[in-house]
């Protein structure tokens, strides 16, 4: 396991997005950390610089161009004096609604957000790091590698396990 991958095992809540999004297991982080050839090759898909594409975490002040410039929750929240979505009286508003359809990363939400309310951040935050881990290597793997991008083993995570006809049907389609 290398050191990102040791490091990002302890709670970290810069690495606990507002939406309920979780930050290691984001390919725009996984590629800023650990595979810069994958994010190049996003940076040249969405025609952006590399380094507006590299991202720390969400709640960290190096954020990839779409959280830093499209995300609206990290305002509200921080505005409603809420750390995460799931506290506020007006949860599930309808940005963060619209903002969950639109991607299979995202489908898992609301279920986050009770869970963090629930438990606490650091509780979810070690649950994630087994639902997003390989079962035989113990990477951790985004939404959207359907095989351990260590190991082969498939499918990589729990998430893509639940999720996988959603997230072969986006890959299939952008």
């Not at 595979?35 to 002040?61: I, T, Y």
């Not at 830093?68 to 309808?94: I, L, N, Q, W, Y």
């Not at 994630?128 to 035989?136: A, F, R, T, V």
Request: with cysteine; hydrophobic share 30%.
């Amino acid at each position: 396991m290398d050191d990102t991958q040791k490091n990002i095992r302890i709670p970290d809540k810069k690495l606990a997005a507002v939406c309920g999004l979780f930050c290691p297991a984001c390919h725009v982080f996984i590629g800023t950390h650990e595979e810069p050839a994958k994010l190049a090759m996003m940076a040249q898909r969405f025609q952006r610089p590399l380094e507006e594409m590299q991202c720390n975490g969400c709640r960290s002040e190096k954020r990839c161009f779409f959280c830093e410039t499209k995300c609206t929750m990290a305002k509200c929240a921080a505005g409603k004096g809420v750390d995460f979505c799931g506290g506020c009286p007006e949860f599930p508003c309808s940005n963060l609604k619209e903002f969950q359809t639109l991607a299979p990363h995202r489908i898992e939400l609301w279920k986050s957000q009770a869970r963090i309310k629930e438990a606490g951040y650091e509780t979810w935050y070690a649950e994630m790091l087994e639902h997003y881990s390989c079962p035989q290597c113990r990477t951790i793997n985004s939404a959207y590698d359907l095989k351990c991008r260590k190991c082969g083993h498939e499918p990589s995570c729990e998430y893509v396990q639940r999720h996988k006809p959603a997230i072969e049907h986006h890959l299939k389609n952008r």
